[in-house]
Each structure stands twice: as structure tokens, then as C-alpha cells.
């Protein structure tokens, strides 16, 4: 399976903390991707990094690259309890998107 | 710009009925994408379609389950003779072009047809 893996699985911090996922993958990649799922809702992106970036930053997003060591992170700062929600990250691989598991993560006022 | 629409969002359905889930992609979009998830788990592909084309079906059950993509109108997955073990979310996700030629890949994603199986 070239399924990625996110650890840890499930997250839960206090607002106002910093929360870290990490993301590995099995295969040579173009780009990975994060997103995230709220509760009984579709994913939504939230940032693209490329094979030839090493970290990346979108408002409170950071994502790093490590591409000799097929991991990804996915940091998001000074968290709110809004940012309660799963997330993914994704990688183009033979003619589809694989999918971890997720982190799910809680974030309590 | 309207976004990917998906419905049923729930659909109710006895064993052994059928059940159609529809996606249409966002507009300009001719490749679309649908995934399987389970509560607490991750997305599992199903398949890949292009406008009336069929791309990739691996992660589809050869039996009972079907998808196309016609040049007019929506996606549509097909489930024939129900059973429990189908109940799941099921999300259609769209972009403009294959990764590769151009684009970066980003995927859009409906807000999912909800099945339950009795």
C-alpha cells in the first residue's frame, strides 16, 4: 500500500497552543498537500509544497518538506477552538490522491 | 463559481436496493475523483474518471459497483443490491487537470452523500 500515514492520530491541545502533525509517505512525490475535514463536512486545502520547497507558510499554517526522509509536518500556531477538526495530507501517486488516516484534532477553549 | 455539488447528501436505503450518488464537478473541471470514508478512518479511493472515460477503477469493487462520467451531466456511482457493510460517506472531489499537465493537482471536494444501509 502507498497509503501515508499522519501522526499522531488524534491531537488534543488548549487554545492558544501550537499543534504539530506529521505526515509520512512511501514513494517519490511532485508535491503534497494538506487539508482538512470538519465534523460531517468535505475536505477543504489548505496548502500545496512542493518536492523542490523545504517548508512553506500560509497565515498560521507552516508545512515542511523532507523529501530523504518521505515525512511531512504540518504546524499550525497559536491555535483556536475553530481549528478543531481532521486533517489529511495527500499525494498524487499512479493515477490517484492517497489518503492517510488523518489526525484528528481537538482544540479546547 | 459554484463549488462540487454532491446529493443525495444522506440517503436511506434497505439491503439489496440500489443507490445513485450524483456529483457534478465545479465548473471547467473534467476530472473527478471518488473516495470512501469511514467514521474515524481516512479517505480510500474508489476511482478516477475523466469526461466518458474511466481512468482508474482500482480501488473499486468489481461487483455491484459502478461509476461514469458522460460528456452531459453529472458523476454518478452506482451501488446495485445494497448491503450494511456500504454505509459510509461518500465524497466526489473534482479538478480541472491531471496532475502533471500543469497543474499542481489541487483536488475540490463535495460536502459528501451520506449512505445508511438498514
Known amino acids: 500500500s502507498q497509503q501515508g500515514e499522519e501522526d499522531p492520530q488524534a491531537l488534543s491541545i488548549q487554545e492558544g497552543e501550537n499543534a504539530t502533525m506529521n505526515c509520512s509517505y512511501k514513494t517519490s512525490i511532485n508535491n503534497l498537500q494538506w487539508y482538512r475535514q470538519n465534523s460531517g463536512r468535505g475536505l477543504v486545502h489548505l496548502i500545496l509544497?512542493?518536492?523542490?520547497?523545504r517548508e512553506k507558510h500560509s497565515g498560521r499554517l507552516r508545512v515542511t518538506l523532507d523529501t530523504s526522509k518521505k515525512s511531512s509536518s504540518l504546524l499550525i500556531t497559536a491555535s483556536r477552538a475553530a481549528d478543531t477538526a481532521s486533517y489529511f495530507c495527500t499525494y498524487f501517486y499512479g493515477q490517484n490522491f492517497v489518503f492517510g488516516p488523518g489526525t484528528r484534532l481537538s482544540v479546547l477553549p | 463559481n459554484a463549488g462540487v455539488m454532491q446529493n443525495p447528501r444522506h440517503l436511506v436505503r434497505r439491503r439489496g436496493q440500489e443507490a445513485r450518488l450524483r456529483c457534478s464537478p465545479m465548473k471547467g473541471h473534467s476530472h473527478v475523483y471518488w473516495y470512501r470514508q469511514l467514521p474515524e478512518e481516512g479517505l480510500k479511493f474508489m476511482v478516477y474518471l475523466q469526461k466518458e472515460n474511466i481512468i482508474d477503477e482500482s480501488g473499486m469493487p468489481k461487483e455491484r459497483f459502478s461509476a461514469e462520467f458522460p460528456k452531459e451531466g453529472p458523476s454518478i456511482l452506482r451501488i446495485q443490491q445494497v448491503v450494511r457493510g456500504d454505509s459510509a460517506a461518500y465524497f466526489c472531489?473534482?479538478?480541472?487537470?491531471?496532475?502533471?499537465?500543469?497543474?499542481?493537482?489541487?483536488?475540490?471536494f463535495g460536502e459528501g452523500s451520506r449512505l445508511t444501509v438498514l
Open positions: 509544497i512542493r518536492s523542490n520547497e
Open positions: 472531489a473534482s479538478s480541472p487537470l491531471r496532475p502533471g499537465q500543469g497543474s499542481p493537482g489541487e483536488l475540490f
